[in-house]
């Protein structure tokens, strides 16, 4: 390390707020609240819980246009995570969050951390987790930190959720060349709990206990939130590698077991999970939520190393820790219950009447803040959006201009982002909890049976980092969408969302651009679904000297269908008739061929929502009825990569001609084959049963048929005509390409 | 019939496994309860699933630690009395590592999990648990794994593969971890403790895609009233 660490010295002197990442300006206004400087311990506090990280200080004001409201929602925002109503007396809870800059310093323990992360959100909402999806962003799979980087996330993620014993059942992975340096790792968790279990987060009861229970701690991530979660990554960020916290799944598989039993036993009056900002932020909002003051006293605190000072047991991100406020009598029932599950726990504190955080040191005050400031105290600021005139990415030639549409076809299918990633679900346990109806990448979303209810849900995660580049606005809409159809092909209808908003610096006036334009079309399309946002994250300053991430608002989404028995698989048959259903109009702008061509710019067509979302129901219907045998959305590679992944799931062909399209839109014979945009639907089955889809009101016309075993597109002049087998191995390239030279990695 | 899924810290499948028995048995809860590793007393079971999981993180080794729980002393008792034992996945490492089954399992060929749906094919091996099943039938079981990889030394399996202890192998191209001899699951010499990689308990439910796993949590119920598949 070249410059002296904040955390071992410099407090008291004038400038360690600035390595702890506040400004001068926060600093005086926290003297001005206090009334006096802060000590040692109080900086640190607040350096945390002041952080973009903790605070939201660059994106609260936006966040505030996401509707959060609906007849189904039971917890939103500001809670631990969301919750729907899913019936029955059950609810489904669920939330989405990053860690990328961890993921960035040490790909593992960063990978693994998230996930068990986003678990305890779940599990401190009294839910059992019972599903984990992952949103995962690295560059171009041809360097070799991209290898390390993939190998280290992927690894981590299942070694966390298979310890766990929650299963992985989907996500995405996408690789584009801005995420070089800083890829996304964003995890998203779903649980269950029985709805008049679920627990608040908000401290009551004055003369209740305070009991941490879980993990030692001890100094591993201290200041994560701070140094690596609220700060542009740069070259020396290999020396943060001390601050990335590491994972203990069994501790935390014990932990969720243990937190189950106090739950059932009525033990517990509120329950949190230790994050970010470990005890300061953990026991300064359950403060701040119940309204109440807290003493902390990190004498008490179970160490793992016994010389801490104060302000590291404050701030100390150690794992697999949970925080409850129980009442007096019921202390001893807890304690013993930790030792059943062979957990440490300890009373650390009290909850108190006085509005105050006070931490002691055996007895003694060392700390004293008010709740108020600490926790709502932080400056919110007003972001100075501008947009920028000009595409601001690079664009690189990987396809040459003149390929003709069969080499371009098997060019998208062998794209790192459109490629099977199945070497990756394969990693991951997808079948534990025995729930998994559809497993990681076998269908658009994944399908979990919750006989609690007498359904079952299906949840999806999405973002195109790419085309919200190219508008912020509509890509976020087509995100958005893009989920709810994902849903609607296994005959599911959303419940609720949540979302993870990755940006770069917001303090750079197109990056602020950027997240306005983002919420506003998140908002736009939620509110259009009818599906309210219920949770999320925000992960800001991902950008390295090269230059910011692609805007990146990841959407999760679940939904509920009654029968999942009825879900459509993606085997179509020889034979099948297949229809191109909804108010597909597909533009090169933004798709894969385009940046393959090394031709992105900046700019989406506008799509409405409307008519997308009517196909969404038409199609959600028609694979609810049971009548069809496959049904996918048109997503990345046009309609000709959509034909294609069905041909190779079922290893039969088909013979497809795009005329009507062509003759309904204002399209090129290119952009058929290959253009993207919201609102297509691939279904197949009897003709009988597709042409029921008809006339009502939403665009639907046959495309021809499953046969052969070769996938033949005809657009106009254009003709794509390649074997299935070829077209297969394409699609199945990307793991060589990725771990060709696994062997001689020395990270 | 009466089963008992072990619980330890850190087993993850347990609740899957007593699934898989209240199925196996026409449904109902009091066909099967989960017993606390602590637990010494086995009496009113007729059978005992070691589930798979990480118990104890799989630290050390893979159930290396758990082959130490009071519950596992009274599982060796209850094996010994001729009681059926079946061990899945971490299962089948505690009951190596207790030396209640013979050979060992080591970290996949290519170390890293995996998880996938595969064929077994069934063996010649005496055992309560392949009742319903026939020598030679094939069928579709998921895996998930990261130390599966079956290994015995040569002396060792030769007398498991000359006593007939094989249960299952993995069909031709259908091995996952470099596992001697294609070895999926094996049986103890009496044929009443039965240990696999595999996951019968996740192909009960047709949702799932098969539910060729039934057969071997009735197998023990059927050979108990004589009957045979």
């Given at each position: 390390m070249s410059e002296p660490s904040p955390h071992r010295e410099g407090f008291g002197v004038k400038s360690a707020h600035r390595a702890l990442g506040l400004t001068d300006h926060e600093f005086e206004l926290i003297c001005e609240k206090m009334g006096r400087e802060p000590n040692g311990v109080e900086l640190a506090m607040f350096s945390l819980l002041w952080s973009e990280h903790c605070a939201y200080k660059h994106s609260k004001k936006l966040l505030g246009k996401l509707p959060t409201e609906g007849p189904r929602v039971v917890m939103g925002p500001g809670e631990n995570a969301g919750a729907v109503d899913i019936g029955n007396g059950y609810s489904i809870a669920f939330k989405v969050e990053s860690h990328n800059h961890p993921s960035a310093v040490e790909p593992f323990q960063g990978a693994a951390t998230g996930v068990g992360g986003i678990l305890r959100d779940v599990i401190a909402l009294g839910a059992r987790p019972i599903a984990l999806l992952d949103s995962l962003r690295f560059g171009e799979p041809d360097t070799e930190r991209t290898h390390y980087l993939v190998d280290g996330v992927v690894r981590g993620i299942g070694h966390y959720g298979n310890s766990m014993g929650i299963p992985t059942v989907g996500g995405e992975i996408y690789f584009e060349p801005p995420y070089e340096q800083n890829p996304l790792v964003n995890a998203m968790c779903v649980g269950i709990a029985r709805t008049d279990e679920m627990v608040r987060a908000a401290a009551a009861g004055t003369g209740n206990k305070v009991v941490l229970f879980g993990s030692l701690t001890g100094r591993d991530g201290i200041g994560g939130a701070s140094v690596l979660a609220s700060a542009e990554l740069d070259e020396g960020d290999d020396a943060k590698r001390p601050t990335v916290q590491i994972g203990d799944p069994f501790e935390e598989a014990k932990l969720l077991e243990c937190c189950q039993e106090l739950l059932a036993g009525d033990l517990l009056v509120s329950l949190q999970d230790l994050g970010a900002a470990g005890l300061t932020s953990s026991a300064g909002e359950m403060a701040s939520a119940g309204n109440t003051g807290i003493d902390i006293d990190v004498g008490l605190v179970p160490l793992?190393?016994?010389?801490?000072e104060p302000f590291e047991i404050m701030v100390s991100e150690s794992q697999e820790r949970m925080l409850a406020v129980v009442e007096p009598s019921k202390v001893d029932q807890v304690l013993a219950l930790c030792t059943k599950w062979q957990t440490a726990s300890a009373v650390i504190g009290e909850v108190t009447d006085s509005g105050t955080f006070r931490i002691l040191k055996n007895g003694e005050t060392v700390g004293e803040i008010e709740i108020d400031d600490l926790v709502d105290g932080c400056p919110l600021y007003d972001l100075e959006p501008e947009e920028p005139t000009d595409w601001t990415y690079q664009n690189r030639v990987s396809i040459e201009s003149d390929a003709g549409p069969s080499d371009i076809a098997l060019a998208l299918l062998a794209s790192p982002s459109v490629a099977s990633k199945r070497w990756a679900f394969e990693q991951y346990d997808s079948i534990v909890g025995s729930r998994t109806v559809h497993r990681a990448g076998v269908a658009d979303a994944s399908v979990l049976d919750i006989p609690e209810s007498n359904r079952a849900i299906a949840v999806a995660i999405d973002g195109n980092g790419r085309r919200v580049a190219c508008d912020p606005f509509q890509g976020t809409i087509e995100a958005t969408l893009e989920c709810a159809a994902n849903l609607a092909v296994v005959g599911a209808e959303p419940l609720g969302v949540t979302n993870c908003l990755n940006f770069g610096n917001p303090e750079k006036p197109g990056v602020a651009w950027q997240l306005g334009r983002a919420i506003d079309g998140l908002a736009e399309a939620c509110r259009a679904l009818e599906a309210p946002v219920v949770g999320g994250n925000v992960s800001l300053y991902n950008e390295t000297p090269q230059g910011p991430i692609y805007p990146t608002p990841v959407v999760g989404m679940v939904g509920e269908l009654p029968d999942p028995a009825k879900v459509a698989g993606e085997n179509w048959r020889e034979g099948d008739s297949i229809a191109l259903v909804g108010p597909f109009d597909p533009s090169l702008a933004g798709s894969e061929l385009e940046k393959q061509l090394g031709q992105l710019g900046k700019g989406l067509p506008v799509r409405e929502i409307t008519p997308v979302k009517q196909a969404i129901e038409l199609v959600r219907e028609a694979v609810r009825s049971g009548g069809i045998r496959t049904a996918t959305d048109v997503s990345d590679g046009g309609v000709t990569t959509a034909l294609a992944e069905l041909a190779i799931a079922s290893g039969t062909g088909c013979e497809t001609n795009l005329a009507p399209v062509l003759a309904r839109r204002e399209c090129s014979d290119e952009d058929a084959l290959f253009g993207e945009g919201p609102g297509g639907f691939i279904l197949a089955g009897e003709k009988s049963e597709l042409e029921k889809l008809g006339g009502q009101g939403v665009d639907f016309e046959l495309i021809g048929e499953v046969t052969g075993n070769e996938i033949i597109t005809n657009a106009g002049s254009l003709k794509v005509e390649v074997l299935v087998e070829e077209a297969e191995a394409a699609f199945d390239s990307l793991e060589d390409r990725i771990e060709s030279d696994q062997a001689g990695l020395t990270h | 019939m009466t089963w008992g899924v072990l619980q330890f810290p850190g087993s993850c499948d347990e609740r899957d496994a007593l699934n898989a028995c209240q199925i196996a048995g026409g449904g109902g809860p009091d066909q099967a309860r989960l017993v606390w590793h602590e637990e010494t007393d086995l009496s009113g079971l007729d059978g005992i699933v070691v589930p798979g999981g990480f118990s104890y993180g799989d630290y050390l080794r893979a159930g290396a630690i758990a082959r130490f729980s009071p519950a596992m002393t009274a599982v060796a008792d209850f094996a010994a009395a001729g009681g059926p034992v079946l061990g899945i996945c971490n299962g089948f490492q505690v009951l190596c590592e207790s030396g209640l089954l013979p050979g060992a399992l080591l970290t996949n060929e290519r170390t890293r999990f995996i998880c996938r749906q595969g064929d077994l094919v069934v063996g010649e091996a005496d055992s309560p648990f392949l009742t319903g099943l026939e020598a030679d039938q094939t069928i579709s079981i998921p895996f998930k794994h990261q130390s599966g990889r079956f290994f015995a030394p040569p002396e060792l399996l030769d007398r498991i593969e000359s006593n007939n202890q094989v249960a299952f192998r993995y069909a031709p191209g259908h091995n996952p971890n470099g596992s001697v001899n294609d070895i999926a699951g094996v049986t103890n010499e009496a044929g009443n403790v039965l240990g696999l990689m595999p996951h019968p308990e996740h192909a009960v439910e047709a949702f799932s895609g098969s539910t060729d796993g039934l057969a071997i949590f009735q197998g023990p119920a059927l050979t108990a009233t004589g009957g045979a598949a």
């Open positions: 793992r190393e016994a010389d801490m | -």
